[in-house]
């Protein structure tokens, strides 16, 4: 997830039982979280359009999409808008759909017309990179579903920039409606 300069770090987010940040090297983010919904439900949240526009971002903030093509090669371009008004946005491409296994896409920092741009230019950390790699895996444990995240971007700069809070909330928000 991208965040951008007005998306502030959350203080005191403490990762619940269910959510888990795991020990990592601090070269990529990476968090477990176990819900309470079969493996197709999950999956389904990560690549409907009206479920991710229930979800897709931190609490209080809303999330719209100029295009959205949930397949090996589409495409999206979203807006994340803070209760304030600023506007966060960014593209990616799909690169690796494995219905209902394991989902991988990239995030580059964007404007409105589509056009990536440097993430500075939007107010962002000087450390972000041009471009990231979410990789979202969903295994079965029972009736629920195990779901890992992977984001190529240091673990501390996502902490430092607000991104990993801004993860761990929108998997609380999917929560609530799976």
């Known amino acids: 997830m991208n965040t951008c300069k007005k998306l502030k770090p959350r203080r005191n987010l403490v990762p619940t039982e269910k959510s888990k940040t795991a020990v990592s090297d601090d070269r990529e983010v990476l968090i477990t979280r ?3 919904a079969p493996l197709e439900v999950v999956f389904r949240a990560w690549t409907e359009r009206e479920a991710l526009l229930r979800w897709y971002a931190p609490r209080g903030c809303t999330i719209t999409f100029r295009a959205i093509d949930v397949r090996e090669g589409g495409e999206f371009h979203s807006c994340i808008r803070t209760p304030d008004g600023h506007e966060c946005w960014c593209k990616g491409e799909y690169r690796e759909i494995v219905a209902p296994e394991r989902i991988v896409y990239s995030m580059t920092v964007a404007d409105a017309a589509g056009n990536q741009v440097e993430p500075t230019a939007v107010g962002m950390d ?5 471009e990231t790699e979410v990789t979202v895996t969903f295994e079965p444990v029972g009736e629920k ?9 240091s673990e501390s700069l996502a902490k430092r920039t607000g991104a990993h809070p801004s993860w761990i909330d929108m998997l609380d928000r999917l929560a609530e409606v799976v």
């Open 34 to 36: 176990v819900f309470d």
């Open 126 to 130: 000087a450390d972000w990179p041009r």
């Open 145 to 153: 579903t195990r779901l890992t995240l992977r984001q190529t971007v």
